[in-house]
């Protein structure tokens, strides 16, 4: 047993090697689900289901080895899974804990995640944004009573709160540096069978009008 939730006065779910089992506190019964099925007919096996977190709102997150992050809808019994097509490393997801505003983080073997269950939109953190690791420990994630989020890893531990973390939604803009020609560099005033390729630098050109023969 990897986790243990409870969702009702009653009922407990457990995160085990062997998928994830419901158990009735009262009767004594469980329910194991080893195999899950999407509205889109798809279906996917659970083996490794290593952390649960109930939302309060009729909704069980579970991160499950290889498969991602799925949201189990207890109300209507209806999954949605959210993995790595986009974001290598969701699908080896350690640990998940939910903020005051509703997000979920999820600490995985490629970063620490930001998922927005409302629009799905999901943010990937990591030394490159300024934390201390690149990957995380199994339940090295916790989160406290004013909101601070603590995520352990390999280089030590990172601690913040979601409000003070500013995504920049500018992308970068591209700039060419060089350019070759049948894998010769081409510089400004260069000619090519008397033409001239570059009057001035690529910095400060809008296009290049080449031939086909000239690769």
């Not at 506190?25 to 099925?37: D, H, P, R, S, V």
């Not at 973390?165 to 992308?171: A, G």
């Amino acid at each position: 047993v990897w986790d243990i939730k409870e969702v009702s006065n009653d009922l407990l779910y457990l995160g085990t090697n062997a998928g994830l089992w419901a158990y009735n506190i009262n009767t004594g019964i469980t329910k194991k689900l080893k195999t899950i099925q999407y509205d889109d007919g798809s279906t996917d096996s659970l083996t490794n289901v290593h952390s649960l977190y109930f939302d309060g709102k009729g909704g069980l997150w579970f991160c499950a080895e290889m498969v991602g992050i799925v949201h189990y809808n207890l109300n209507n019994v209806k999954f949605k899974k959210y993995n790595s097509i986009t974001h290598s490393g969701l699908s080896n997801a350690w640990k998940i804990v939910g903020d005051m505003k509703g997000n979920l983080w999820i600490t995985t073997i490629n970063g620490l995640f930001k998922l927005n269950p409302v629009s799905g939109e999901l943010i990937r953190f990591s030394s490159g944004s300024g934390f201390s690791n690149d990957y995380y420990k199994r339940n090295a994630l916790a989160i406290d009573k004013e909101g601070f989020l603590y995520v352990g890893g390999p280089n030590g531990i990172d601690f913040f709160h979601p409000d003070s973390i500013r995504v920049e939604k500018r992308f970068p803009e591209v700039y060419f540096e060089n350019l070759y020609i049948n894998n010769n560099v081409v510089n400004v005033g260069d000619t090519i069978n008397g033409l001239r390729i570059l009057n001035t630098s690529l910095l400060y050109l809008k296009s290049v009008e080449l031939s086909y023969r000239q690769r």
